[in-house]
T-cell receptor, first 116, second 114 residues
C-alpha cells in the first residue's frame, strides 16, 4: 500500500523568505505522480505543483519548486519569496498512475504560517 | 483543467437526517471520487463513483451510510445518511480528467451535525 508522510505539522516563515516543506512517500509502483496541494481557510484544495516520477527534472511553478529524490522517495516543496497569501495547509499526495482506482493518497499536512 | 461545482457549500444538519451533496463537472471525466476531511485531519477517500454502476467503497465506508450515484460522466451525488455529530466534516468531490494525470477538487461541502 502507498503511504505519504509529512513530518512537519507546522512551519513558519518570514515574508519574502524561503521555506521548504518535507514529504516522503512509499510505493511499490514504478510509475506514479506526486503533488502538492494548498488548502487555505476557504477549504478549497488548490493544486500547487505536480511531478511525474519518470522525469528527473524537478518541477517548478513560479515561486514554487520541488526537490524530487526518487531513490530516497523524497518530495519536498520549496516556496521562495513567501507571501502572506501562502499561509495555508499544504498536503503532499501520491497518485498511482497505473492503478485501477487512480485516487490520491495524502499526507497529514503541514500548516504554514507567514509572518509579516 | 476541470471546473467543479459542489452544492451545498455549507449546511447545518439535524441528527438522524440525511443530506445529499451534488458534484457537477464542466467536462467529461474518467473518474470521480468522494473524500472526507474530518476537523483538523487530512483527506480520506470514501469511494470511487462509477458511471452507471455501484460505487467502489474504501475500507470503513459502506453503501448504506454513504450511497453514491453517478448517472453520467459529469455528475455525481453523495448522500450522508442518518447523520450523527461524528459525520461533521468537509466532503470533497474530485475528478481525474481524460487528458492527464491530475486530480482536481470541488470547493467542498462543510457539514455540521447538531
Amino acid at each position: 500500500a502507498q503511504t505519504v508522510t509529512q513530518s512537519q505539522p507546522e512551519m513558519s516563515v518570514q515574508e519574502a523568505e524561503t521555506v521548504t516543506l518535507s514529504c516522503t512517500y512509499d510505493t511499490s509502483e514504478s510509475d506514479y505522480y506526486l503533488f502538492w496541494y494548498k488548502q487555505p481557510p476557504s477549504r478549497q484544495m488548490i493544486l500547487v505543483i505536480r511531478q511525474e516520477a519518470y522525469k528527473q527534472q524537478n518541477a517548478t511553478e513560479n515561486r514554487f519548486s520541488v526537490n524530487f529524490q526518487k531513490a530516497a522517495k523524497s518530495f519536498s516543496l520549496k516556496i521562495s519569496d513567501s507571501q502572506l497569501g501562502d499561509a495555508a495547509m499544504y498536503f503532499c499526495a501520491c497518485l498511482n498512475y497505473g492503478g485501477s482506482q487512480g485516487n490520491l493518497i495524502f499526507g497529514k499536512g503541514t500548516k504554514l504560517s507567514v509572518k509579516p | 483543467s476541470a471546473v467543479i461545482s459542489q452544492k451545498p457549500s455549507r449546511d447545518i444538519c439535524q441528527r438522524g437526517t440525511s443530506l445529499t451533496i451534488q458534484c457537477q463537472v464542466d467536462s467529461q471525466v474518467t473518474m470521480m471520487f468522494w473524500y472526507r476531511q474530518q476537523p483538523g485531519q487530512s483527506l480520506t477517500l470514501i469511494a470511487t463513483a462509477n458511471q452507471g454502476s455501484e460505487a467502489t467503497y474504501e475500507s470503513g465506508f459502506v453503501i448504506d451510510k454513504f450511497p453514491i450515484s453517478r448517472p453520467n460522466l459529469t455528475f455525481s451525488t453523495l448522500t450522508v445518511s442518518n447523520m450523527s455529530p461524528e459525520d461533521s466534516s468537509i466532503y470533497l468531490c474530485s475528478v481525474r480528467a481524460h487528458s492527464g494525470n491530475t486530480i482536481y477538487f470541488g470547493e467542498g461541502s462543510w457539514l455540521t451535525v447538531v
